[in-house]
């Protein structure tokens, strides 16, 4: 027989197992507040991301304006600049406001679920089962569910931003380069 060592941490019963514990609280009714908080922070995301990329545009403008010695057009795009920045700034607080609420949330509703569960009247079984094995229980679940939320939400977010930020760069860079052609074998591409 096996033992959870020699199986490997990731398999089909971790998926299944993390996929569980991850639809207790998005099936719910309850969620839809939370379902609407998730599109505002994915939305949000992707805002920051578009803000990053108008900052880009913003900055070459200003240092275009810089190499120009134009004084007229340099004041303009600081003025854009500064507007973009301002907009970046707000978004990102933003941001991370919704998804510190989303996280809130998720945590309360998990938590008060495993808590609930703990002190069911199947617990005392439980606990004359391990004797002095579970200490403070209710702070294991609550830290234990702290840190999955916020690394699923956390990584989750992240991973969506940084895909969007590499395409939306990648795509300005590829912009940027059309003089520049790429071959590929026998193929041009522009």
């Known amino acids: 027989m096996t033992t959870p060592s020699q199986r490997g941490l990731f398999g089909p019963r ?8 991850t639809r207790m609280y998005w099936t719910d009714r309850r969620a839809l507040g939370g379902g609407a908080l998730l599109l505002v922070a994915i939305s949000l995301e992707l805002a920051t991301v578009q803000a990053s990329v108008y900052t ?4 070459g403008s200003v240092f275009d304006a810089l190499g120009d010695r134009d004084m007229t057009g340099f004041f303009g795009a ?3 600049y500064l507007a973009v920045i301002a907009v970046f700034v707000l978004t990102s607080t933003f941001r991370i406001w919704v998804r510190a609420r989303l996280e809130i949330r998720w945590r309360e ?3 008060s679920r495993f808590v609930r569960n703990w ?4 617990s005392y079984c439980q606990v004359e089962l391990h004797p002095g094995v579970l200490d403070n229980p209710d702070q294991r679940i609550a830290e234990d ?3 999955y939320v916020s690394s699923a939400l956390g990584l989750s977010l992240s991973l969506l931003s940084a895909v ?6 990648g795509a300005l860079l590829w912009r940027m380069s059309g003089d520049w052609p790429i071959r590929l074998w026998t193929v041009e591409i522009h």
């Open 109 to 111: 509703f998990v938590t």
């Open 164 to 169: 969007a930020t590499l395409y939306s760069f």
């Open 14 to 21: 971790f998926a299944r197992d993390l996929w569980r514990l």
């Open 145 to 147: 569910v702290r840190t």
């Open 78 to 80: 600081m003025g854009i």
């Open 56 to 59: 880009a545009h913003a900055e």
């Open 119 to 122: 002190m069911g009247p199947e």
